[in-house]
C-alpha cells in the first residue's frame, strides 16, 4: 500500500509544487485511515519532500535549458558574449586613447 500512495503523491510536477504541510496532511490522513504506521509517515514525509526538491530543481533546469535554447534560436547575445564585447571595446579604446 505504502509504494502506491509513493506512487500517487509522487505523480508529474504535483510533487514539486506541495508544501511541506499539504504533504503532512496527506500523509496524516493515510496514517488516520490506517494505512500507515506513524514511524512510516514520518519517512515518507521525508522522502516525498526530497523527491519533491528534486522536481523543483529539475523543473528549474529543464527550464533553464529550454530558455537557452529559444534564446540560441532567436540570436540573442548572452551576458557573457555582451561582456567580451564591452571588453573588447575598452581594450579598442585603450589602444586609440593611450
Known amino acids: ?3 502506491k500512495v509513493n506512487q500517487l503523491l509522487s505523480l508529474g510536477l504535483g ?3 506541495l508544501s511541506k504541510e499539504q504533504v503532512e496532511k496527506a500523509v496524516n490522513r ?3 485511515k490506517g ?3 506513524k514511524a512510516e509517515s514520518t519517512q515518507l514525509i521525508d522522502e516525498l519532500l ?3 526538491e528534486q522536481s523543483k530543481q529539475e523543473l528549474n ?3 533553464k535549458d529550454r530558455v537557452n535554447e529559444i ?3 532567436m540570436n540573442v547575445a548572452t551576458k557573457d558574449e555582451i561582456k567580451a564585447l564591452e571588453l573588447r571595446i575598452q581594450q ?3 589602444r586609440l586613447n593611450p
Open 30 to 32: 493515510l496514517v488516520e
Open 35 to 37: 494505512n500507515l504506521t
Open 1 to 3: 500500500m505504502r509504494d
Open 61 to 63: 533546469q529543464a527550464l
Open 50 to 52: 526530497e523527491k519533491g
Open 92 to 94: 579598442l579604446e585603450e
Open 15 to 17: 510533487m514539486a509544487v
Open 71 to 73: 534564446l540560441s534560436e
